[in-house]
């Protein structure tokens, strides 16, 4: 009878053990003894369990499209099959009289007369295989789930992290000094509602030369790994490594993003960019749209009497809007009085910083090596254990907690930044992204400068929030020292 030959191993790992070579030799041997002539030998490195085994299927073809009956030779049962799904097809074959299955190691042969009792050693030999892989999946799961709950990841390191080798031998992740920054500047930027995910992805071209997908960008902006949990499968397990981020930071992001996946607003099915931001002067009540002859048209809904309001179309709205943005811009003058205050604000922070952190540095050495001589003198046995448990608590929670305001100020340091960057960015490019930006971003743009707006006679009236009244009125005055601290309201109309 012609033969074919089928030794295989599940993976890479497998293979260079020579199991492959050890498994032929044997089948060969098998092969002479049994006076079988070998047409093929297929040495295959695949799983069983995979829903479409390639090659194995590529072998079933061959045998197949034979003229006559072929002994499928292998050395055990489970180097066939570790699952029910190949039984009926091979079955099939087997009662065609096509082929002839040899089980080498569990001396069994099924062929097309094979009685009750060999096809039951077979069925039970695939059950067998089909619950070590069952078990040996179940084990792996609880290891999984183990290292999990002890704080360990179990795979690469996300971006900002990297996977690194203890000396002891022992895998670990830490942050990586420029893409953790990276990562940093991501939620500070995103965090102060001035960006949306395509202009943070324009940054971080524009000043790490980093070009990044918006689908990263927004897996990164909610990976909670950063502040110290790791998210697997809806379920979040506190990790051991450090964070690069502060909760509060994450959350921060977390509500900003909410609010730009809003659904925009609507009316008759159709998305309007105004509604529901402005009011009318004269009555007080909403500034209605409405879409007329292939216009957009908004107007007061007259709600308590009629009163004869005008219509104002869309594009006028919007050029008054632009007139609100540009009235804030600064000239190069202008930006260079601002520059010079918050370069004087940078080194009163820079001193304060200074001083600040060396208190706390000190503070922090002070109580590791409090815990270190206790350590020594519970090893020497001149304390007792309740006293240096207790002791060992108080200095790792003074300890912590001055480690705690180090990492504030950074925070603090951070977010300083963040803010100016926000407030030059939005003073300095507003007419440019109110006029570029999607519905809700713009919408969010308006509400962050402006405030209060009304329609009285086709023209808009505004006020600018804190701290846009100041750079509206260091615009106008060019005196920016003596408008810091001005706090009087501002009212704006187009005109």
């Not at 009662?95 to 190691?105: A, D, M, S, T, Y």
């Not at 909670?224 to 992001?253: C, N, Q, S, W």
């Not at 743009?445 to 600018?464: A, F």
């Not at 009087?488 to 187009?494: G, Q």
Request: proline share 3%; charged share 30%.
């Amino acid at each position: 009878m012609q033969a074919v030959i089928l030794a295989r191993v599940s993976s890479k790992e497998q293979e260079d053990n020579n199991s492959i070579p050890a498994q032929t030799r044997r089948l060969l041997e098998y092969a002479a003894k049994t006076d079988l002539t070998v047409l093929e030998t297929y040495q295959l490195v695949e799983s069983s369990t995979k829903a479409n085994r390639r090659k194995f299927n590529e072998l079933i073809t061959r045998i197949k499209e034979s003229d006559s009956r072929v002994a499928l030779v292998v050395d055990t049962i489970d180097r066939l099959q570790r699952d029910f799904r190949e039984s009926v097809m091979l079955n099939e074959l087997r009662l065609e009289g096509k082929i002839e299955l040899h089980f080498v190691r569990e001396n069994l042969v099924i062929n097309q007369v094979s009685n009750s009792a060999d096809i039951l050693r077979w069925d039970m030999g695939v059950m067998f295989a089909k619950s070590y892989v069952t078990q040996l999946s179940d084990n792996v799961r609880r290891s999984f789930e183990q290292k999990l709950r002890n704080g360990e990841w179990l795979s690469k390191a996300p971006f900002g992290y990297v996977n690194v080798d203890t000396p002891d031998g022992k895998k670990w992740i830490e942050p990586e000094s420029v893409n953790a920054q990276i990562v940093m500047n991501m939620y500070f930027w995103y965090s102060t509602s001035s960006y949306s995910m395509k202009e943070v992805r324009r940054k971080l071209i524009d000043e790490h030369s980093l070009k990044m997908p918006v689908s990263m960008v927004d897996r990164i902006l909610k990976n909670p790994f950063y502040y110290g949990v790791m998210r697997v499968k809806d379920k979040d397990y506190p990790h051991k490594y450090t964070p690069i981020l502060a909760k509060e930071l994450f959350d921060k992001v977390q509500d900003v993003k909410v609010g730009f996946n809003k659904k925009a607003f609507k009316y008759a099915g159709l998305p309007y960019y105004y509604r529901g931001l402005m009011r009318c002067s004269d009555c007080g009540c909403s500034i209605s749209p409405e879409k007329s002859k292939g216009y957009i048209y908004y107007h007061c809904t007259q709600y308590k009497g009629k009163h004869g309001a005008a219509y104002v179309r869309e594009e006028e709205l919007t050029d008054q809007l632009m007139m609100a943005f540009n009235a804030i811009k600064l000239s190069p003058t202008q930006y260079a009085q601002v520059s010079e205050v918050l370069m004087a604000s940078h080194g009163d922070k820079v001193k304060y910083k200074t001083q600040h952190t060396a208190h706390l540095q000190a503070e922090l050495t002070k109580h590791q090596q409090r815990l270190e001589k206790l350590y020594e003198a519970h090893l020497d046995g001149t304390i007792d254990n309740d006293f240096y448990m207790r002791k060992v608590a108080e200095y790792k929670s003074a300890r912590d907690s001055a480690k705690a305001r180090l990492d504030a100020i950074d925070m603090a340091d951070d977010s300083f930044y963040a803010a100016i960057d926000s407030l030059i960015n939005v003073a300095q490019r507003a007419p440019e992204l109110l006029e570029s930006s999607e519905m809700e971003y713009r919408r969010r743009l308006i509400n962050l400068v402006l405030q209060n707006l009304t329609i009285k006679d086709k023209q808009l009236r505004w006020e600018y929030r804190k701290p846009f009244d100041i750079l509206y009125r260091t615009a106008k005055t060019s005196n920016w020292l003596g408008l810091v601290d001005d706090s009087r309201t501002l009212r704006v109309c187009y005109s």
